[in-house]
């Protein structure tokens, strides 16, 4: 097909954003506890309070910020995976239908939905596929963003035809490239654990937590997602007897998250005395849960705890099989696209799009906070 017939296909990636500078940090933090997807009471309740905790907690996430020069890389890093993921798709012989760009929208920081769906418009896009940086589907991730984004749209005038990607939990290419960056860090935990006479490390799989209802109210299948990937990886490595488990980390105010915590199980090991390699599974991209989070905090936990060995996995970021395995999510949601033709644009983000069958049975239903 020549290039004036080719579709204009935007992909949009959404992930949460970070603060960009120490004075962006409050308006950050007031802009994620003021999104209902993370404190679901009506305003002016939700208003006042998203007010009250970003200022009580800013001083808390600027030291967390200060660590890392004061500002979240996650822009920069997801500015890598859309410029390899356009590339990727635009060099796609067997795809020649479309011309791909890639574009970003963060949810809680710049470049905001608003801005980018007038990019997207401006661009002249005929089709849009949703993409999330986020394999696992959470109503207070994913599910936020794709809903902020289709306000967006309206609001901008932006009416291409539009398919989201759900979720891609035990996507080959995630599950291939996790497990190639986890087996570097497993064989030196492995070599460490030998010079010290020691039993074989454990892949300690380390998610960002949700509270509870989430899960159990909401019924977002991001648990049990979690749970999935961590099998598929495992099953990958194919080590004989590995000793693995999955907890949550990053717990904030007074609800209850769902667990074990990653503190907990930083604890048990020094009690055990095992070795202990750490692997952030909700993430694809560095960024204060991981270079403070794990690196720093948890680091300095494992060593009070007497934990003999602490080898933190790196997230896979632009990694080209990850990078693949986003190619064959967007194809697959193409198909659903062809198929189905565009998501409601007006509907709620739940119990109605998730074209995964077998992992997202729990968010088909109806219902949900
Ligand atoms: C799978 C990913 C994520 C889920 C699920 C999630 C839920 C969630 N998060 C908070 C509160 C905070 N998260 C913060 C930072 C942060 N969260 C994620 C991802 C998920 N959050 C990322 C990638 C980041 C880092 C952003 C960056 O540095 O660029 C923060 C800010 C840091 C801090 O103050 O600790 C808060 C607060 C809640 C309440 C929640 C579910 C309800
Ligand atoms: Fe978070
Ligand atoms: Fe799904």
């Known amino acids: 097909m020549s290039e004036t017939t080719r579709k204009k296909r935007a992909i949009v990636l959404f992930n949460l954003g970070g603060p960009d500078s120490p004075e962006a ?21 939700r208003y006042l309070l998203a007010k009250l905790i970003s200022h009580r907690r ?7 910020y200060a660590h890392i020069g004061g500002k979240s890389p996650l822009l920069e890093l997801t500015q890598e995976q859309a410029d390899a993921l356009q590339a990727a798709l635009n060099a796609d012989e067997g795809d020649t239908k479309y011309e791909n760009r890639c574009f970003i929208a963060m949810r809680y920081w710049k470049p905001f939905a608003d801005q980018t769906a007038a990019e997207v418009k401006a661009w002249g896009a005929d089709e849009q596929i949703l993409l999330p940086l986020y394999p696992q589907f959470s ?7 794709v809903k902020d984004w289709k306000r ?28 190639e960056m986890i087996k570097t860090g497993y064989d030196t935990a492995v070599a460490k654990a030998k010079e010290l006479g020691i039993a074989a490390p454990r892949l300690l799989f380390s998610a960002h937590g ?29 080590i004989e007897g590995l000793d693995w488990k999955v907890c949550y980390q990053s717990r904030v105010g007074p609800m209850e998250w769902i667990g074990p915590s990653t503190e907990t199980e930083i604890e048990r090991a020094g009690k055990e005395g ?19 989070e794990l690196d720093i905090e948890y680091g300095e936990l494992a ?59 729990v968010a088909k239903q109806p219902g949900g906070a």
Do not use: M
């Open 210 to 238: 949700v509270p509870k209802a989430v899960i159990t109210k909401r019924g977002d299948p991001y648990q049990s997602q979690i749970e999935k990937t961590s099998a598929a990886v495992v099953e990958k490595l194919a």
């Open 25 to 45: 940090v409050e308006p950050f933090l007031f802009n994620l506890f003021n999104d209902p997807a993370i404190i679901s009471l009506p305003n002016p309740f």
């Open 274 to 292: 095992v070795g202990l390699v750490i692997v952030p599974i909700a993430f694809v991209t560095e960024h204060s849960e991981t270079l403070v």
């Open 303 to 361: 060593h009070e705890k007497n934990v003999p060995i602490y080898e933190r996995v790196r997230t896979v970021c632009s990694h080209p099989k990850f990078i693949n395995g986003l190619v064959s999510v967007v194809k697959q949601t193409q198909v659903e696209l062809d198929q189905n033709g565009s998501d409601d644009y007006t509907v709620e983000t739940r119990g109605w799009w998730c074209p995964d069958e077998h992992s997202c049975a």
């Open 152 to 179: 967006a749209c309206h609001k901008v005038g932006l009416s291409a035809p539009i398919k989201t990607a759900c979720c891609y939990p035990t996507n080959p290419g995630f599950i291939d490239a996790s497990a």
């Open 139 to 145: 109503t207070t991730t994913s599910g936020s963003s």
């Open 58 to 64: 800013a001083p808390v996430a600027q030291e967390i």
